[in-house]
């Protein structure tokens, strides 16, 4: 294990864009090219599931492996100090946190919870992600609708 501080510049020269947003109004979904956008009921993607950053300038990739360097640190140092068992525990309890959860699209859905923040020490922080969550563009659907999807009814 290293002590890295900063993530290492393995960024990709090229993007691709999957884009969906209307060019004259980036971030604004362009129905009359893409259609409709995504239903409610679509799977909501994980924030926690750690995905290579797909980014438009090296900057930004740099940026987003930074949290995982900063946890990769933080837990290598927990582990010199008390051992391998408290960053064990550490993660044990954050996937408590993140599979025993569940809340309807209604209430917030697939966000991240108060809890998940708390262990990772992020309890006093507000990313632009925290607001602007993405399910924008989503329809509304109602609580009933998706229990029938989740129970399969």
Same mark, same amino acid.
């Given at each position: 294990?290293?002590?890295? *501080?900063?993530?290492?510049?393995s960024? #990709? #020269?090229?993007?691709? $864009? ?13 129905t009359? %090219?893409?259609?409709?956008?995504? /239903?409610a @009921?679509d799977?909501?993607?994980? !924030? ?6 797909? !980014? ?11 949290? #995982?360097?900063?946890?990769n @640190?933080?837990?290598? #140092? @927990? ?8 960053? *064990? ?15 309807? @699209?209604?209430l917030?859905?697939?966000a991240? /919870?108060?809890?998940? =923040? ?11 992600? =925290? ?7 989503? $329809? ?5 609708e998706?229990?029938? %999807?989740?129970?399969?009814?």
């Amino acid at each position: 294990m290293s002590m890295r *501080i900063v993530p290492p510049a393995s960024y #990709s #020269s090229t993007y691709s $864009s999957t884009n969906t947003s209307a060019p004259s109004a980036p971030g604004v979904h362009d129905t009359l %090219r893409h259609g409709l956008g995504l /239903s409610a @009921l679509d799977s909501v993607s994980s !924030s926690s599931t750690a995905a290579a950053p797909v !980014s438009r300038h090296p900057l930004e990739a740099r940026l987003k492996a930074w949290e #995982s360097t900063q946890e990769n @640190l933080r837990m290598e #140092s @927990l582990r010199r100090t008390f051992g391998i068992a408290e960053p *064990i525990r550490r993660g044990m309890e954050l996937k408590i946190t993140r599979e025993g959860e569940w809340r309807p @699209l209604a209430l917030g859905g697939g966000a991240k /919870s108060v809890h998940e =923040d708390i262990l990772r020490g992020r309890e006093a922080m507000l990313d632009w992600e =925290d607001v602007f969550t993405g399910e924008e563009q989503r $329809s509304v659907v109602s609580v009933h609708e998706e229990m029938e %999807r989740k129970l399969k009814i």
